[in-house]
């Protein structure tokens, strides 16, 4: 989608851009540039936050910052305009501040050059080139510019302005008529409600109505009215229309003692996407518990390997290899289910997705063709991946198309657990805490170092049979190396 215009006066606006595949919004995380700041082609202007993932946004060509439109933690729909740039050559007013230094109760509109005939902007001599944004095809015709008796609006949901035209083009001082901010869904309750949106004191961010101010609204209305003399016999009474009753928040809240954080971002499609696959794919999960000694000397062996200098050398290294071994040997398990056509796809390749907890929630980045890396590559890959989670760099890219997941929640100290597929996924390993536990090894009661692996497997197309195999065959390695060259 094009994500920036340009209108006669050298202005050009750059919209939110679809930075993953169908995305509709993106939260403004940070602003490297303020207004009057001058940025050149490919410089990152600003750091957004997706459902997927953190991405820097660079700036498609030269100018100087005229306007920030949404201050920082604002959440903004895919194609509404967040900078514009003045690209004429000239510099920002000096009056100009940048939205996220104001934070006012509503975004304000900012003040806008006289009113102009409609023109064609001229094309310009290049067209820059965003990858992932696409090209401006033509340049764009200027919008009429509304009456001063029509609020402008940005987004038509949670952006209304006050309605300043009458005074920007001399005619004199505009009322400042401002539109409730509130979401589509809380205008919706309010109208159930019969609540009057121009009436609620609004507690959300830059003055936002929440669903709580609405519920806060109506709870007088729906209170049950005070105790009073009964009227007189003779009068009828009419009747009382009651109010269909909907839950409110507990009376007994306190900001002190509780804390209410928005589900937004990598959190809010960490939920959605669990859910959905919790309750679309039916999950069996089976454990087993191993001796892998053996595997933790290898461990120590190949940190002294110079092939493996300056490498990411662990046991989750082997257990990532581990379970590429059983994935071959059992490729029956590297599949999709494909609801629409009723197929199971079976893929010939593995996407090795390894589960990262990070400050923003837990993200699924994956190794491309982990099937076809050697263990010195496969350790380079794993060091890279984990590296770039925890600076929450993961782009949206390295997120797509897993075939199977590890997640090791023994980093933790827990034993194991049952986890929840990565949605389009058919099997995820969580790997145990690895423990000195006295073990029976050869006849003898032992101390060694122990370990229990779970996996769960979609049952629609992998039966018991293939994930006992896999999980068996995976565990076979840990307590017996040398498999990995045997069976590779």
């Not at 199977?404 to 969580?430: C, Q, Y």
Request: glycine share 8%; aromatic share 4%; proline share 9%.
């Amino acid at each position: 989608m094009t994500t920036m215009t340009e209108n006669a006066s050298g202005l050009r606006e750059f919209k939110m851009p679809d930075v993953g595949e169908g995305l509709t919004e993106a939260e403004i995380l940070k602003w490297y540039v303020q207004v009057g700041d001058t940025v050149t082609d490919g410089q990152v202007v600003c750091e957004v936050e997706t459902a997927k993932a953190a991405v820097e946004l660079p700036i498609p060509y030269d100018g100087v910052v005229s306007e920030l439109r949404f201050p920082e933690g604002t959440t903004v729909d895919v194609g509404q305009v967040i900078i514009t740039v003045d690209v004429s050559g000239g510099t920002a007013p000096a009056q100009a501040a940048p939205a996220a230094e104001q934070a006012p109760a509503a975004p304000a509109v900012p003040a806008a050059p006289a009113a102009a005939p409609d023109e064609e902007a001229k094309p310009t001599g290049r067209k820059p080139v965003l990858v992932g944004y696409g090209v401006a095809e033509s340049s764009t015709k200027r919008r009429p510019r509304k009456g001063a008796e029509a609020p402008a609006q940005q987004g038509g949901t949670l952006y209304a302005a006050t309605a300043i035209q009458g005074e920007l083009n001399g005619h004199g001082t505009a009322s400042a008529q401002q539109r409730p901010l509130a979401k589509p869904p809380v205008r919706k309750l309010a109208k159930d409600l019969g609540v009057d949106l121009a009436t609620v004191t609004p507690s959300g961010p830059d003055g936002i109505i929440t669903r709580e101010d609405v519920h806060a609204a109506a709870a007088p209305a729906q209170a049950p009215a005070p105790l009073a003399a009964p009227a007189p016999a003779a009068v009828p009474q009419a009747p009382v229309q009651v109010q269909p009753q909907v839950p409110a928040p507990a009376a007994s809240y306190d900001g002190a003692r509780e804390t209410r954080i928005p589900v937004k971002g990598v959190r809010k499609a960490i939920a959605t996407a669990m859910v959905g696959s919790a309750f679309t794919a039916p999950h069996v999960t089976e454990f087993v518990t191993l001796d892998v000694t053996r595997t933790m000397r290898l461990v120590e062996e190949l940190k002294q390997d110079k092939d493996m200098q300056g490498l990411r050398v662990n046991p989750l290294l082997l257990v990532a290899k581990a379970l590429l071994v059983a994935i071959k040997r059992n490729p029956g398990v590297n599949a999709s289910w494909d609801e629409a056509n009723q197929e199971i796809v079976q893929k010939h390749y593995v996407n090795l997705g390894i589960a990262a907890a990070t400050p923003r929630g837990l993200i699924v980045p994956n190794i491309k063709d982990a099937h076809t890396k050697t263990l010195p590559q496969l350790a380079e890959s794993l060091g890279e991946l984990v590296a770039t989670a925890r600076e929450g760099k993961t782009s949206p890219a390295a997120m797509q198309g897993g075939t199977v997941t590890i997640t090791n929640v023994g980093v933790f100290g827990v034993d194991t657990g049952t986890p929840i597929l990565n949605p389009g996924e058919s099997a995820i390993l969580a790997v145990g805490a690895i423990k000195l536990q006295p073990w029976v090894h050869k006849g003898k009661v032992k101390p060694r170092q122990v370990t229990t692996l779970a996996l769960s497997f979609d049952h629609r197309l992998v039966d018991g049979e293939l994930g006992s195999r896999v999980l068996a065959d995976t565990a076979a390695v840990l307590e017996q190396p040398k498999r990995l060259i045997t069976w590779a």
